[in-house]
């Protein structure tokens, strides 16, 4: 049986603030923006890099374990959301649906952000990249957080338990593929 999971009271506060101040051009943007996280295109994109590395010596440690860890990143959130039943803040609103707020995934999938667990395990992989390359992944990691939490689709606390799901997985993948070791 499911456990249920609710959200905190700063939860509700941040997402009743979206609902009240949001409006389209801020849902659109933001749900163009969002799919910088789909597991889908993240998977095709580490799939070719991995493809690309096969090539590049240097490069094939990194690759084979953002392939692994984005697979991972990929199934980890179906299974939990098979064990956390919490219900999306998108189905708790109606101010703001009226200004633009999309209904998203299934009701009670909010617990943990799938995308944020994409986003976590990849900021990880990038402390290893230097340091013009590495900040540029956590902000645009950090703007693809954000918009989770505009469009509803998540809890503040989804986000930030997705986001620390991630890294710990990441980083107990290095285990296995070696990566980082110096």
């Not at 801020?26 to 998977?43: K, P, Q, V, Y």
């Not at 952000?113 to 395990?121: F, P």
């Not at 918009?147 to 997705?162: E, K, M, Q, Y």
């Amino acid at each position: 049986m499911p456990v249920t999971i609710r959200p905190t009271s700063a939860d509700v506060k941040i997402a009743r603030a979206v609902a009240r101040h949001t409006d389209w051009r801020i849902e659109r943007a933001s749900g163009l923006l969002t799919w910088g996280a789909d597991e889908h295109i993240l998977c095709g994109a580490a799939a070719l890099w991995w493809i690309y590395a096969r090539g590049q010596p240097r490069q094939q440690r990194a690759a084979d374990h953002v392939l692994l860890t984005t697979v991972a990143a990929t199934i980890l959130p179906h299974l939990l959301k098979d064990i956390f039943n919490q219900r999306r803040p998108d189905r708790l609103t109606v101010l703001g649906h009226l200004h633009g707020i999309p209904i998203s995934g299934k009701p009670l999938d909010a617990f943990p952000s799938g995308h944020a667990i994409h986003v976590g395990a990849i900021a990880s992989a990038a402390s290893e990249l230097p340091r013009r390359q590495r900040l540029a992944v956590w902000g645009l990691g950090g703007g693809l957080l954000l918009t989770r939490i505009v469009l509803l689709a998540h809890w503040t606390s989804d986000v930030a338990c997705g986001l620390a799901i991630g890294v710990l997985l990441e980083r107990s993948l290095r285990r296995f593929t070696g990566f980082a070791k110096r």
